[in-house]
């Protein structure tokens, strides 16, 4: 029998929608002129753009020249971050963000500590929420910048935003958001939630890889990222990636719209995936919190097992999915994540990431519980480890 992929790695990228290529495709062809170009042919394209922008705004609630287009998410967050500590340096040199951001953050802040900034990490709580009473107390008369994730891509845990947005306004402190994973799966408003920049990557919403956008707040002194021409308002220059840009536009148009009916859908399947593996194989924990947690993101450690073992069987079942985060697996290191959330090293081995997306169904995550539960005894039959803990249990 052919065997069907089962795509459960939603978080580490997603296929672009048929209409996002199809939107795409005359930009690379009849419709390739440079948009800063005078003629009526090109000049098309600068409007293209400014209408992309538009879809963007609305759905942020910002203005519109507010969003300034980027390569993806880690460029949109090495630029608001190295960005702002040099824009506010003579203000102050300290930053405050989390243990459990992501690399595109972490390493960025590790960066800018040899740079002579002061970095504080936030601990999580056991679910991964950021504690606000430690936020709070972190914040020092030199912090410049508060950059806390909207949602954490391994373990699907969103933060309180609104509340710490509150906190920054209140003390006079910029703050920005990794959106990437919760852009275009949760409602955000960028006033509400006083966010003043906000990163966000089209390949995590089925758009184009190498296309994102940072979100910046009028009226910051944010000096130019990359130096040249004068695109996206002389702060980050270069010839527009104008097919990127409009299947961005498609994708974010499309998962707005989209929104509810499909969160809802994948919030089922999420649910249904995670009551039956927690009912059926013993010695498993669910990692995130079970409320505030991204639609599409199950997290399972499942003890005496290895998760690259584990990933390896359930390949040759076609069914993908991910140990730690994309770019931590190939190293032996267990998950930043988990072990903030107070893992220990071998539960957080063990651990299991799945992230759903609206082309999934039901029938395909029984298919996979079923699976899961051959190859965790299996593979547990296999562990001495294992072996000894029944011994000594019975
Ligand atoms: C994927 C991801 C990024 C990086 O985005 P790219 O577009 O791949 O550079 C940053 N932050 C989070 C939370 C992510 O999930």
């Known amino acids: 029998m052919e065997q069907k992929l089962i795509y459960l790695d939603h978080a580490a990228t997603t296929a672009a929608r048929p209409e996002v290529v199809e939107a795409m495709m005359p930009y690379f062809t009849e419709k390739f002129g440079n948009p800063s170009s005078i003629y009526g042919f090109a000049a098309g394209n600068k409007k293209v753009i400014t209408d992309v922008r538009e879809t963007i705004a609305k759905s942020l609630n910002a203005p519109t020249q507010d969003i300034y287009f980027t390569a993806g998410g880690s460029e949109s967050d090495n630029w608001a971050l190295k960005a702002t500590a040099e824009a506010y340096a003579d203000k102050g040199n300290h930053i405050i963000t989390t243990k459990i951001e992501h690399h595109a953050i972490l390493h960025t802040c590790q960066y800018l500590e040899k740079k002579g900034f002061e970095v504080t990490y936030l601990d999580v709580d056991e679910n991964g929420v950021v504690k606000l009473d430690q936020l709070k107390e972190a914040i020092r008369p030199t912090t410049i910048l508060i950059s806390v ?183 032996l290191d267990p998950s930043h994540v988990l072990l903030a959330i107070g893992l220990p090293h071998e539960i957080a081995h063990g651990s299991l990431r799945m992230t759903l997306g609206d082309e999934n169904t039901m029938e395909e995550m029984d298919y996979v519980v079923d699976q899961l539960k051959e190859i965790v005894a299996k593979l547990r039959s296999m562990s001495p480890l294992y072996e000894d803990f029944i011994k000594h249990s019975k």
Do not use: W
């Open 149 to 331: 994730m909207f949602a954490n891509n391994e373990i699907g845990t969103i933060q309180p935003i609104e509340e710490i947005g509150a906190i920054a306004k209140e003390h006079g402190i910029l703050f920005h958001t990794d959106a990437v994973q919760a852009y275009g799966q949760l409602p955000i408003d960028v006033e509400k939630m006083h966010i003043d920049m906000l990163s966000a990557s089209g390949h995590k919403l089925n758009g184009p890889k190498g296309i994102g956008f940072l979100y910046i707040r009028k009226g910051l002194k944010l000096r130019s990222f990359v130096h040249g021409g004068a695109q996206e308002r002389s702060r980050r220059a270069g010839t527009e990636n104008v097919t990127g840009i409009v299947g961005l536009g498609k994708a974010v148009e499309i998962a707005m719209a989209t929104m509810e009916e499909r969160t809802k859908k994948e919030t089922e399947m999420r649910d249904h995936l995670i009551d039956r593996i927690l009912a059926e194989i013993p010695y498993a924990r669910l990692n995130g919190d079970r409320k505030r947690r991204l639609p599409n993101n199950v997290n399972i450690s499942f003890q005496f097992i290895e998760g690259e073992s584990l990933l390896i069987m359930l390949d040759m079942k076609g069914i993908c999915a991910s140990s730690g985060s994309a770019c931590t697996s190939g190293s």
